[in-house]
């Protein structure tokens, strides 16, 4: 039996316990303590850089700065101060509006929710501070600190307004204080509500919405001030990246962002946990896109061209700015492109085509466009944004890495039959067919690209390494992320129709990559050109021999001849690649001659819907696609020189493949050895697709085993004197 405790006093068990509770209160207080001057010492230290710098510039810099630091170096934007866009040849293709795509209201006039769920967002303590949140600054730089990388900003709304109306370029320390300097002043001279309603009619929240106005019409077709909770934590979180969470394309990930602008609103008190439960729990947006500003007709190619603007000036200045851009795009090409595909696709159920077309020598953007069918005023870009599987012209990548590697594609044979590829019993099988589900037992890789072979192809993706090929792919000229998986060598990673646009013309290059350039030169409001920006300069590197290069080409030229590609054959030499998915939900056809590369895409923008009777066929890379880029390139060709090849400085030394499991001949390692032209004697129309010559009985199922050891490797030939230098590439357009 335990005694009862003394008088007035405690159990030795209630003392440990409250000792317990003392010591945890301790550490609690301790931490804090070590957190907040954690925060001090990083507020400080910025401070003191900052500070540092400047007197560091003399005490003349100093004062120079603070005068400099004044209101009237704001410049309000002008309603009407129309941006205009020209093509290469100086015709104007259109204006960047200012006044149909945005409509300033005042703040009485935006729903109370959209008011809050701005503040809670972007700025919580914006009606506390005085223009510049330094207790944010500090937190900001807590969290990057701890990240190791930046998670959150500390520019209140204040700040991004001055950053808005204060037209500069500059990405200087100086910058930032002068911004800081401005807001602070900006704050004492204007009220907070005048603030908030100067930012959110200027902001810009995606797809040509400037302003809670237009971006309540665009997305909702009513009126700012009608906004629900929903509605409005929606548009709040959109500003901070309108194409990431555009609720249009991208609903997954703009009901993330708005969940995270209502769990704000919750946090801050703005809303009540019942409110904040019955909000999330709505997965359908509802939305109801407006007219009003869609009737802006913008090419695909404008629209390229603003996002470039507007990551280089900010969206005030490219929509009221007064610039002046003038731009590589040729109108007779895209006309071409636009009646290449109206030629071919016109019925109004028939699926969209994009083209792009793409100057090899200097990576000078010639033609973009697409059509929808049925569909006017689409705003989606079909060519730079859209990601769909290109099929086999992803086979391209993979014959380049293995070139690469020394492989000659005319000796290595593998074996074309039915593929089985299992590394464990505890991995997904992995089977593949060929298209038209013929074989061809053994054959070349030459070859096998001719037929588009997918089991041939899915061997050699093993034997060079999904690695390499992703690489090959990314050096080229492909930016998305690639899955290094066997399925990547027969098309399985999405890319964009400029990405392949892009990659195809370094091959044209001879191994040259170009960053695809849109914009020649940039004339500022004041009437001078912006010669920092770097428009107009082609952005150009060697990024695989001529050898390489020059090598695949020779193939993609033969299946032009007479492979797959006979579509495309317009009379003169070209090489280029079919590309069909499994469920004709996306065909392509890329190819160049040696003055340009054009690709085009076919599907529907919607989704993968299979392509399985348009016009009575299923649409594959040969049939459509290949239609149209013999259309376009017989246009676009015209009136030109008919060029050839370079022969290369470089030429590819062949080594035996040995690295190869499922390789089964390695003969010949001349690099002379080359490929009979076949004169094509049929081409396809609109309604037919050429297919090559019935190949023999199908062999039995290629099953995994070690190849026949390779026979004796012949001697190089002599080393011929190298060719005259070449040229280099002509100026930009």
């Excluded at 935006?110 to 005085?130: C, K, L």
């Excluded at 590697?405 to 067919?433: C, I, K, L, R």
């Excluded at 006979?566 to 160049?592: E, I, L, M, Q």
Aim: net charge positive; aromatic share 8%.
């Amino acid at each position: 039996m335990t005694p009862p405790p003394p008088p007035g006093g405690r159990s030795r068990g209630g003392d440990d316990h409250l000792e317990d509770v003392l010591r945890r209160t301790r550490r609690r207080r301790d931490r804090k303590r070590g957190k907040g001057k954690r925060l001090g010492k990083i507020f400080l230290a910025v401070t003191v850089v900052m500070v540092l710098a400047l007197v560091a510039s003399g005490v003349g810099a100093v004062a120079r700065f603070r005068s400099s630091c004044d209101l009237k170096d704001l410049k309000a934007v002008q309603i009407g101060a129309n941006s205009f866009v020209f093509a290469a040849n100086g015709s104007l293709l259109g204006s960047i509006p200012a006044e149909r795509n945005r409509t300033p209201i005042a703040l009485w006039r935006v729903s109370p929710w959209m008011r809050q769920a701005t503040v809670a967002i972007e700025d919580h303590r914006f009606y506390e501070h005085g223009g510049v949140d330094y207790e944010g600054i500090a937190r900001a730089a807590w969290k990057d600190l701890r990240a190791g990388h930046v998670v959150q900003g500390g520019s209140t709304i204040t700040q991004q307004l001055v950053r808005n109306l204060y037209i500069s370029k500059e990405r200087t320390l100086k910058r930032k204080l002068k911004e800081a300097c401005l807001a602070i002043r900006l704050s004492r001279a204007r009220s907070k509500d005048w603030i908030l309603a100067q930012y959110m009619n200027q902001v810009y929240f995606g797809n040509h919405a400037y302003g809670i106005e237009a971006a309540s019409q665009t997305y909702f077709s009513k009126h700012a001030r009608d906004l629900t909770l929903v509605q409005a934590a929606l548009l709040a979180g959109l500003p901070q990246a309108p194409s990431v969470y555009d609720p249009l394309h991208r609903p997954s990930a703009a009901i993330v962002r708005r969940d995270a602008v209502l769990r704000a609103m919750r946090d801050q008190g703005k809303i009540s946990e019942a409110r904040y439960e019955y909000a999330v729990a709505q997965r359908n947006l509802r939305l109801k896109p407006g007219r009003l500003y869609t009737r802006i007709r913008e090419p695909y190619f404008f629209s390229y061209v603003r996002d470039q603007l507007i990551a280089e000036y900010g969206s005030s200045t490219v929509r009221s700015g007064g610039l002046r851009v003038y731009t590589t795009i040729n109108p007779r090409l895209q006309v071409a492109a636009h009646r290449a595909i109206a030629e071919t696709l016109y019925e109004r159920d028939d699926p969209a085509a994009a083209v792009v077309s793409i100057n090899p020598a200097n990576g000078a953007i010639r033609a973009m466009t697409a059509v929808t069918p049925g569909r006017t005023g689409n705003q989606f870009n079909l060519v730079a944004q859209a990601r769909r599987q290109p099929g086999s012209t992803f086979k391209t990548f993979v014959l380049a890495a293995a070139i690469e590697e020394g492989m000659n594609p005319s000796s290595t044979y593998y074996t074309s039959a039915p593929f089985h590829y299992q590394p464990d019993p505890y991995t997904e099988a992995w089977d593949v067919t060929t298209y038209g589900g013929d074989y061809s037992g053994s054959i070349s890789v030459a070859s096998a690209t001719l037929a588009s072979d997918n089991t041939v192809y899915a061997q050699l993706t093993l034997d060079v390494g999904p690695d390499k090929v992703a690489a090959m792919a990314h050096k080229l000229g492909v930016q998305s992320a690639l899955d290094e998986v066997p399925a990547m060598g027969l098309g399985a990673d999405a890319i964009s129709p400029l990405e392949e646009a892009s990659a195809y013309a370094t091959l044209a290059a001879g191994g040259v990559y170009s960053k695809p350039m849109a914009i020649r030169k940039v004339v500022l409001a004041n009437g001078k050109e912006d010669t920092d920006a770097g428009w107009g300069q082609p952005a150009r590197k060697r990024v695989i021999s001529d050898g390489v290069a020059y090598e695949v080409t020779r193939i993609l030229e033969q299946n032009v001849l007479g492979g797959t590609g006979v579509g495309a054959y317009f009379g003169r030499p070209a090489a280029g690649k079919t590309g069909t998915t499994d469920n004709h939900a996306d065909a392509w056809f890329s190819g160049y001659v040696p003055q340009l590369e054009t690709t085009v895409w076919v599907g529907y923008p919607q989704g993968e819907i299979p392509m399985e009777n348009v016009h009575g066929i299923s649409v594959a890379g040969g049939t459509y696609p290949a239609t149209i880029w013999k259309l376009f390139m017989e246009s676009a060709m015209e009136g030109t020189p008919e060029l050839t090849w370079l022969t290369p400085r470089d030429p590819v030394e062949w080594r035996p493949f040995t690295q190869g499991q499922y390789a089964s001949s390695f003969v010949d390692p001349s690099p002379s050895s080359g490929y009979t032209p076949v004169t094509p004697t049929t081409t396809t129309t609109t309604t037919t697709r050429t297919t090559p010559a019935p190949p023999p009985p199908p062999p039995p199922v290629r099953t995994i085993a070690p190849p026949p050891p390779p026979p004796p490797v012949e001697p190089p030939p002599p080393v011929e004197p190298p060719p005259p230098v070449e040229p280099p590439p002509p100026p930009v357009p």
